[in-house]
Nanobody, 122 residues
């Protein structure tokens, strides 16, 4: 049974930082991309960032570029999202996802975590 478990969310003031983690278990994900999406109240789920299997390729949404950094540790089946210079508009539930294709389309990801809340106060 595949499980993705996110951690690291919480409440932070604007300008602060958080580091999200997502540990995958139940199978190995060789050559799979790992990604982060987020969903704010009343809004659709949106792409945040994706990293390729090797870690050599990354992609970011324009809204987080230069502030967020994605990384992964394949030995631990874990993906991270370092979030710096947080803004109130970053407030959302953050989800990690794993899929065979390196892209920003939520529909292409087979496995999803349960989400972790990030709240940024002004």
């Amino acid at each position: 049974q595949v499980q993705l478990v996110e951690s690291g969310g919480g409440l932070v003031q604007a300008g602060g930082s958080l580091r999200l983690s997502c540990a995958a278990s139940g199978r190995t994900f060789n050559y799979y991309a790992m990604a982060w999406f987020r969903q704010a109240p009343g809004k659709e789920r949106e792409f945040v960032s994706v990293i390729s299997w090797s870690g050599s390729s990354t992609l970011y949404a324009d809204s987080v570029k230069g502030r967020f950094t994605i990384s992964r540790d394949n030995a631990k089946n874990t993906v991270y999202l370092q979030m710096d210079s947080l803004k109130p508009e970053d407030t959302a539930v953050y989800y990690c996802a794993v899929g065979p294709h390196y892209n920003s389309r939520a529909s292409d990801y087979n496995y999803w975590g349960q989400g972790t809340q990030v709240t940024v106060s002004s």
